[in-house]
């Protein structure tokens, strides 16, 4: 079983674990803006930079699409999504408030599909049913060439190490 630590501890995450090299499983989450569906995965003939957090309702979860916000309007030929469990409503009050526009921020509230599907899926604690803190990388053929388990789901991601790899 795939693990990733909180405040030191161990947690165990559910779901499929997608690896370097596996196709990119095809799920829809909820845009924050409109509430339509976006797709995440599959070969959509550029890049894919999928971020999951748990709620951009904390401090290292917020600061994390802030610098992707920053960072991702710079690479060409990349879409950018930040996915949490976080209601569309609250996503979208906080990109107003924050600024974000330079990505896509969805919601995977309804059925943790791409939770599952990805195997980022926190099964056990204190935050069991959220998203752990996640990035992967789809290249234009819908395979999964980058992903960055955080070690700790309290601290943020190597942003050069995922941006380099979406770069590429």
């Known amino acids: 079983m795939v693990t990733t630590k909180l405040k030191g501890n161990d947690v165990a995450?559910?779901?499929?674990?997608?690896?370097?090299?596996?196709?990119?499983?095809?799920?829809?989450?909820?845009?924050?803006?409109?509430?339509?569906?976006?797709?995440?995965?599959?070969?959509?003939?550029?890049?894919?930079?999928?971020?999951?957090?748990?709620?951009?309702?904390t401090a290292v979860c917020a600061t994390e699409t802030r610098k992707f916000n920053s960072k991702a309007s710079a690479l060409e030929n990349v879409e950018t999504i930040i996915v949490s469990m976080d209601l569309p409503f609250a996503s979208k009050r906080f990109c107003s408030v924050e600024g974000i526009n330079n990505l896509i921020v969805a919601s995977d509230f309804r059925n943790k599909d791409f939770s599952y599907n990805y195997g980022t899926l926190i099964a056990d604690g204190v935050l069991a049913g959220i998203s752990a803190r996640v990035i992967f990388v789809i290249d234009e053929n819908g395979v999964v060439s980058y992903k960055q388990i955080v070690p700790e789901i309290t601290e943020e991601p190597n942003y050069d190490e995922a941006l380099v790899a979406a770069s590429n």
């Open 13 to 57: 995450l559910a779901g499929r674990n997608v690896k370097v090299g596996d196709v990119a499983p095809v799920v829809r989450v909820v845009n924050s803006d409109g509430l339509g569906d976006v797709t995440i995965g599959g070969a959509k003939g550029k890049k894919q930079l999928i971020v999951a957090v748990p709620s951009l309702d």
